[in-house]
C-alpha cells in the first residue's frame, strides 16, 4: 500500500486552479480554500468540490446544501491565505473581500475569475474527505486577461494569459 507523505509528495506535482469555496443557509455562513474542484460534465453542468471531513465548513456545506466555487486571480492570493487559516473567524474571513449572490444565494466573489453557483446534487464519503457533487444554476465570469492563481509544488504561482498563449503556440508546432 502507498503511504501517506509519498501519495502527497506526487500530489505536489499536481498543479490545480485556485478557489474560495463558499455557502450560506440554515447553517450559517461558511467559507474555505479549496484547490480540489474539478468539472465532471457539461451536460448537466456539475462539478465535483472535496473537502475536508474536519474542515469546519463541512457540515455547512452539507446542511446548506449548496455552495459556490469562487475561482481566484493571481492578485487574490492573500486573500486565499485568508481563506485558508483556521485562526480567523468567518466573519474576518469575509469582510476581507466584496459579495454578491446569484442562483441559490451563496456568496459570489465579486471580482473571482469565475464563479459556479451550485446545489450540491449528492454526497460520497471517500477516506478523509467528503466528495460534493455539484449541478451548477448560475456561472459568471469576468472579461479581461487577468492571471490565474494555482497552488502547485506546496505554494501558490501565478499563471499569466502570456503563459497560456505560449503554451498554445508550441502544441500547435509540435
Known amino acids: 500500500m502507498l503511504d501517506k507523505s ?13 478557489n474560495i469555496i463558499t455557502s450560506d443557509g440554515p447553517a450559517g455562513l461558511a467559507g474555505c480554500t479549496a484547490s480540489a474542484v474539478c468539472g465532471v460534465t457539461d451536460e448537466p453542468p456539475t ?13 455547512a456545506f452539507h446542511a446548506n446544501g ?16 485568508h481563506f485558508a487559516t483556521g485562526s480567523l ?6 469582510a ?14 465579486r471580482d473571482a475569475l469565475a464563479s459556479l453557483d451550485c446545489e450540491i446534487e449528492s454526497v460520497t464519503e471517500v477516506g478523509t474527505h467528503t466528495v460534493f457533487f455539484c449541478a451548477v444554476k448560475a456561472a459568471r465570469t469576468h472579461d479581461g486577461a487577468r492571471d490565474a492563481l ?9 499563471v499569466g494569459a502570456d503563459s497560456v498563449h505560449a503554451a498554445h503556440a508550441v502544441a500547435r508546432a509540435a
Open 6 to 18: 509519498t501519495f502527497r509528495e506526487a500530489m505536489a506535482g499536481l498543479g490545480a486552479a485556485v
Open 47 to 59: 462539478l465535483l468540490v472535496c473537502i475536508n471531513r474536519s474542515s469546519r465548513n463541512n457540515a
Open 66 to 81: 449548496k455552495l459556490c466555487v469562487n475561482v481566484l486571480g493571481a492578485e487574490q492570493q492573500a486573500l486565499a491565505a
Open 89 to 94: 473567524t468567518i466573519d474576518e474571513r469575509f
Open 96 to 109: 476581507a473581500a466584496k459579495w454578491e449572490r446569484l442562483a441559490t444565494g451563496a456568496p459570489v466573489l
Open 150 to 158: 494555482i497552488y502547485y509544488g506546496r505554494r501558490y504561482h501565478r
